[in-house]
Antibody, heavy 118, light 111 residues
Framework: EVQLVQSGAEVKKPGESLKISCKGSGYSFTSYWIGWVRQMPGKGLEWMGIIYPGDSDTRYSPSFQGQVTISADKSISTAYLQWSSLKASDTAMYYC???????????WGQGTMVTVSS | QSALTQPASVSGSPGQSITISCTGTSSDVGSYNLVSWYQQHPGKAPKLMIYEGSKRPSGVSNRFSGSKSGNTASLTISGLQAEDEADYYCCSYAGSSTFYVFGTGTKVTVL
């Protein structure tokens, strides 16, 4: 079965760092781009960026450039999203998704809820 | 890059057809036939319903169809069922600098 499994929910304080993960299985992880999508509480989907695990080529949405870092470790079929200094406004559900069918996100992870609160 | 514009809500009775619009610009929807649509039930991850404007992934009901005219893409749900009640988002490829932009989302209510 093709799937993306994300790491569990996180509760952090402002200023702390965080790295969440997305592990792919059931397909060739290095052959498909992986994207990250933010959904703030009660709000819509926002595209953050994508990475090609085969060579770690990474592209960011202008809205998220410099705010987060996307990376991947192809040896363990895992993509990452990380923050160096969290803010309360980073509180959201974060989804990873595979860019499969003709520029569409065809497989989604279950989401990782990140809560940033003092 | 601004979000694509969708109506906040659309409703219909069981068996009816509804259409959700997704309006972009000549830089995204109008330039590429690469609009996808996603269904999201409360507390769940999004699910791909339509890709490349009008194609359905395997397993998606043929009650869902997509189209495009100019800078506006549309998703039509025919034979509306209770299980179709969810949020729907469009998404368009927007070129090699912006890459992707999502729509504002539409809540579909089955009356």
């Amino acid at each position: 079965e093709v799937q993306l499994v994300q790491s569990g929910a996180e509760v952090k304080k402002p200023g702390e760092s965080l790295k969440i993960s997305c592990k792919g299985s059931g397909y060739s992880f290095t052959s498909y781009w992986i994207g990250w999508v933010r959904q703030m509480p009660g709000k819509g989907l926002e595209w953050m960026g994508i990475i090609y695990p085969g060579d770690s080529d990474t592209r960011y949405s202008p809205s998220f450039q410099g705010q987060v870092t996307i990376s991947a470790d192809k040896s363990i079929s895992t993509a990452y999203l990380q923050w160096s200094s969290l803010k309360a406004s980073d509180t959201a559900m974060y989804y990873c998704a595979r860019l499969g069918l003709r520029f569409a996100f065809d497989i989604w992870g279950q989401g990782t809820m990140v809560t940033v609160s003092s | 890059q601004s979000a694509l514009t969708q109506p906040a809500s659309v409703s219909g009775s069981p068996g009816q057809s509804i259409t959700i619009s997704c309006t972009g610009t000549s830089s995204d929807v109008g330039s590429y036939n690469l609009v996808s649509w996603y269904q999201q039930h409360p507390g769940k991850a999004p699910k791909l319903m339509i890709y490349e404007g009008s194609k359905r992934p395997s397993g998606v009901s043929n009650r869902f169809s997509g189209s495009k005219s100019g800078n506006t893409a549309s998703l039509t749900i025919s034979g509306l069922q209770a299980e179709d009640e969810a949020d729907y988002y469009c998404c368009s490829y927007a070129g090699s600098s912006t890459f992707y932009v999502f729509g504002t989302g539409t809540k579909v209510t089955v009356l």
